[in-house]
């Protein structure tokens, strides 16, 4: 009766489990849902409840898509444009404000799709996705360039990584401010900021330069990714405040000296870096969805005659660990802790850097995580060997061990004494058969991390029907691959390799000793199909990276067990003995 029971009460918690992390699932780790149905109400269209903001972030609802196309549209069809061409950005700057807001990022799809087109990181202001950068200046009793000043550029002037452009205008009193942009290969913008004055008297300014944004584009935000505002104060990056802190506080200002400050989703982002001058940075709500960041220079003083000039550093697009190192070399200060690798960034970059290498030689990221896994296991092999010889101990003291719980079975603290002392007379470790499994968590989770932070993942495909390794297994066996109009739960979204991870994982509990307690043996059986629900919502990547770990397992244990006969005798002949009691068992409740 105690032993149903508690059958019924593991069955009961397991799906409690299940349906609870399924809610976990989807609340840390959505995926990108087809766009909001638009309804009709009261002859307006107004979108069903927002969606929640996806991993990779953008637009979700229906009618702002479409009404971003149609702004986009008739926004850069206005003219008054600078054309930006280079290898990793390409858009235009409105010289209406000199803003820079149409960016998209060349080396990057929207989808997976080869004709989705590039990623759109920049749009006007009024789109709904809007995101811009601007530079200028703020003053008392001089005239400075506004929102609605209209620069004036060079005919036929083109922002590329060989041609800047520099854009001009004048006040009436005697000041000219100019705006110099350069472009690298990739995806820094150089902004030079000079005030020229040739007035009667001297003038005082403060040059900024900001990125507005809405979160409606944000990707989501979560325990251990962060998405929103982000940046590095005297040399400590901060990866807050988030958007909801902000609506919360109106502004926020982070102390210390600005080395770079912006706005980060997990694959994109946008921040501003001042060069060789002291500046401060404030993230601000604007209500109505939008956000600034600025990065605010400290006063300077122009003599007549003089010219000041600050420079500037802006950044938008793809965090490319590559890309990143390097602009922190080039100066901005631990620019490359903008991916939030977290506390085990020094396990987490080694596999990363295992990972790119091994994918640079083989060219096929799935190939590159089996190898991995290949090289952490045979790295363990030799732990694994002496967790194998320490559970031949054990089973070899099974006996004794039964013999000192019916010893001491009224005085637990004695039992435990014994049991304790066995272990050291007879030289057994009883936790050196977990130690691999334990070895394996910290390589999970930085390969986890990896898998959700690292670009260079995005739509990396594998094989067959897997074309993107970061995403989850997209066939679900419960529609039949996509056959039946429905979407699985995700808990029930089980993949081929979520099946295979449960056939896996069965086949090596198999190979391990049976346990002594029925219930820590049937709980055991039990596990495989609980993880294969578990694991189904995570990326793709991870579960081949598992399914590989347990068939390098399944390998090792058998010829572990090879090694260790007595290990495998001892299994057989326990296997045999529950058969028999099992039997008895059903033999004497029948005849009852």
Not at 217 to 242: C, K, M, Q, R
């Amino acid at each position: 009766m105690d032993n149903q029971r508690n059958i019924i009460l593991a069955v009961l918690l397991t799906a409690l489990v299940l349906f609870g992390w399924d809610a976990a699932v989807g609340y840390f780790y959505p995926q990108a849902d087809t766009p909001t149905k638009v309804e009709q109400q009261g002859g307006a269209d107004a979108a069903v409840s927002p969606t929640k903001p996806t991993r990779e972030g953008g637009l979700r609802d229906a009618t702002d898509l479409a009404l971003e196309k149609k702004d986009l549209d008739q926004a850069l069809a206005e003219g008054g444009r600078v054309p930006i061409e280079a290898p990793g950005i390409s858009g235009s700057i409105n010289l209406k404000g000199a803003v820079i807001d149409d960016l998209v990022l060349n080396r990057h799809r929207e989808t997976v799709k080869k004709d989705s087109g590039p990623v759109r990181l920049f749009s006007p202001a009024g789109t709904p996705a809007q995101q811009f950068a601007q530079f200028g200046w703020v003053g008392e009793g001089v005239q400075v360039p506004n929102a609605g000043t209209v620069w004036q550029v060079a005919d036929g002037a083109k922002l590329t990584p060989s041609t800047p452009v520099t854009l001009t205008t004048r006040n009436g009193a005697g000041q000219v401010f100019t705006l110099t942009f350069a472009v690298d290969d990739n995806y820094l913008i150089t902004a030079k900021q000079t005030l020229g004055n040739a007035g009667n008297g001297a003038v005082a300014v403060q040059p900024f330069g900001l990125l507005n944004r809405t979160d409606k584009t944000a990707s989501l935000d979560t325990w251990n990714v962060h998405s929103g505002p982000i940046g590095a104060f005297d040399g400590s990056v901060s990866f807050g405040p988030n958007y909801d802190d902000l609506v919360d506080d109106g502004t926020v200002a982070p102390a210390g000296r600005a080395n770079w400050a912006g706005f980060t989703d997990v694959y994109w982002m946008s921040a501003i870096a001042p060069v060789n001058a002291r500046a401060e940075g404030t993230f601000r709500s604007l209500g109505n969805n939008l956000f600034r960041a600025d990065v605010i220079y400290d006063p300077v003083v122009v003599q007549p005659g003089q010219q000041v000039s600050r420079t500037s550093k802006l950044f938008a697009g793809a965090k490319e660990h590559t890309v990143l190192d390097a602009y922190e070399a080039g100066g901005i200060t631990n620019f490359g802790l903008a991916i939030d690798w977290g506390w085990f960034r020094w396990f987490e970059k080694p596999i990363f850097w295992v990972l790119i290498s091994l994918f640079n030689l083989v060219g096929n990221f799935g190939v590159a995580i089996i190898l991995l896994t290949c090289i952490v296991r045979g790295i363990m092999f030799p732990v694994a060997q002496r967790g194998f010889a320490s559970m031949a101990a054990m089973k070899a003291i099974q006996p004794k061990m039964k013999a000192i719980q019916d010893r001491y079975k009224d005085d637990k603290q004695k039992q435990q004494q014994e049991i304790m002392k066995l272990y050291k007379d007879e030289g057994v470790n009883p936790v050196a058969g977990c130690l691999p499994m334990l070895l394996q968590i910290p390589v999970f989770f930085a390969l986890y991390k990896v898998l959700i932070l690292a670009i260079e993942m995005r739509h990396q495909p594998f094989v067959l029907w897997i074309k993107d390794l970061s995403a989850p297994d997209p066939l679900h066996i419960l529609n039949l691959f996509g056959l039946l109009p429905f979407d699985p739960p995700s808990f029930l979204g089980i993949g081929i390799l979520a099946l295979l991870l449960g056939i896996t994982m069965f086949l090596q509990f198999k190979l391990n000793p049976a346990q002594m307690d029925p219930i820590q043996q049937q709980m055991f059986m039990i596990m495989p199909w609980f993880m294969m629900f578990i694991m189904a919502p995570f990326a793709a990547g991870l579960l081949i990276y598992w399914i590989t770990s347990n068939l390098l397992t399944i390998a090792q244990q058998k010829y572990l067990y090879s090694r260790h006969p007595q290990l495998k005798a001892q299994a057989d002949k326990d296997a045999a003995d529950r058969k028999r009691a099992a039997e008895r068992d059903k033999t004497a409740k029948g005849g009852a």
